[in-house]
C-alpha cells in the first residue's frame, strides 16, 4: 500500500510569537513548503503577543496570500501558556504541533514529527534541535554540547521541546505552568500513551551568545521543571541527575579518547616525517617505486556498504549530516 492510498494524518500547527519580525517569514515559508506525504497540515495558526515589531505586519501578509494561514493578536502579553491555549480554542485538528516563533523546521520535520501517530498508542512526539551557530566562542560550544547530550537523553527517555506533537486530548493548559511541552508530556503518559523522539525531524534555532543569556535560560528551565515535579508530580528526564551524568561522562571519555588520539597522531606524523627525512636525505630514496599499504587495498564499495550499516559507531555529527543529504 502507497502512502497515496492511505488516508493523510491531519494536523494544526500553532506559532507562539513575541517580536519575532526577524524570523516569522521565513519560519511561515518554511511551513509552507513542508514536504508532506502521509500527512497534511490544515491550518497554520500564529498566536502573536503584544508584538511591537513588525511581526503582525508579516503574518498579515501571509495570510492575505494564504486561507489556511490565520492570525490570533493578544494585546498584552501573558505567557506562552496563555498563548498555546488561544491555540488550543481555534484549532480544529486532532493532532497538534507547537512551534516556537524563533525557529526554523526542515523541509521533512512535520512529515516525520507527525508520522508517528499512525500509531493509535503514540500521544506525543518531540523534534530534535539544532542550533546554527557555530561553535567559534565558549557559549556557542556549550550550546552544541548540550544539545548534544540532549539528543543521547532523549534516546533513552524523550525530553521534547522547540517543536513537539501530540494528540489533542486536554482544552487548555494551566496558567501557572511555565514549562510547556513537559506538561503536555506529563499528561500524555498520565493517560497511558508514549512519549516519542523523532531525531530524523529537525528544528533549527540560535543559541544564546553570552554567559547570562545562557544562564537565564537554563535557570528558567530548571525552575519550571521543579515546579511541575512539585505541584504536578511529574519529573522529565533532564533532572534525573544519574542519567544526565553518564551521558557527561560519556562526552568526558570521547574528549580523553580524542586528545589521546590527537598525541598518538602527533607522534606518529613527526615519526614519519624524520623517516621520510632520512630516507631523501641520507639513502637518497625518492620512493619513484615504493613500498604499498596493503591493508589500504580493498573493495571500497564493500567497506563504504558495511561502514553505512554500522552507521550507528559513527560521530553524531557525521550521522546527522548524512541523514540531511539524502
Request: net charge neutral; hydrophobic share 45%; with cysteine.
Amino acid at each position: 500500500m502507497t502512502a497515496h492510498s492511505i488516508d493523510k494524518i491531519r494536523c494544526s500547527v500553532g506559532i507562539t510569537a513575541y517580536n519575532e519580525a526577524a524570523n516569522i517569514g521565513s519560519l511561515l515559508a518554511a511551513l509552507l513548503d513542508q514536504h508532506l506525504h502521509e500527512v497534511e497540515i490544515v491550518e497554520i495558526i500564529v498566536v502573536a503577543s503584544a508584538c511591537t515589531d513588525r511581526t503582525v505586519e508579516i503574518v498579515k501578509e501571509y495570510v492575505a496570500q494564504q486561507p489556511h494561514v490565520k492570525l490570533i493578536e493578544q494585546e498584552r502579553r501573558e505567557g506562552k501558556t496563555s498563548a498555546i491555549n488561544l491555540f488550543l480554542q481555534a484549532t480544529s485538528a486532532d493532532i497538534c504541533v507547537l512551534e516556537s516563533g524563533d525557529t526554523l523546521p526542515h523541509e521533512y520535520a512535520i512529515e516525520h514529527l507527525v508520522r508517528m501517530f499512525r500509531d493509535p498508542n503514540v500521544g506525543m512526539v518531540g523534534a530534535q534541535k539544532m542550533v546554527v551557530d557555530t561553535p567559534e566562542h565558549i557559549i556557542g560550544l556549550l550550546s552544541h554540547l548540550r544539545l548534544r547530550m540532549e539528543h543521547e537523553l532523549c534516546l533513552e527517555i524523550p525530553r521534547l521541546g522547540e517543536m513537539i506533537a501530540f494528540r489533542k486530548v486536554f482544552d487548555q493548559i494551566p496558567p501557572d505552568v511555565a514549562m510547556d511541552e513537559a506538561f503536555v508530556e506529563a499528561i500524555v503518559v498520565r493517560q497511558g500513551m508514549q512519549v516519542r523522539y523523532a531525531p530524523d525531524a529537525i528544528v533549527y534555532n540560535t543559541g544564546p551568545t553570552t554567559v547570562s543569556d545562557f544562564m537565564r535560560q537554563r535557570r528558567r528551565n530548571h525552575a519550571g521543571h521543579l515546579y511541575l515535579k512539585h505541584k504536578y508530580g511529574y519529573k522529565v528526564s533532564s533532572i534525573q541527575n544519574r542519567r544526565v551524568a553518564r551521558i557527561a561522562f560519556k562526552e568526558l571519555w570521547g574528549i580523553v579518547r580524542l586528545v589521546w588520539v590527537l598525541v598518538l597522531l602527533a607522534f606518529i606524523e613527526a615519526t614519519s616525517r624524520v623517516l621520510g627525512w632520512y630516507d631523501f636525505a641520507i639513502k637518497r630514496d625518492r620512493h619513484v617505486v615504493w613500498n604499498m599499504a596493503w591493508t589500504q587495498k580493498q573493495n571500497v564499495k564493500d567497506v563504504r556498504q558495511h561502514r553505512e550499516n554500522g552507521a550507528s559507531t559513527e560521530s553524531f555529527t557525521i550521522q546527522k549530516h548524512t541523514q540531511l543529504e539524502r
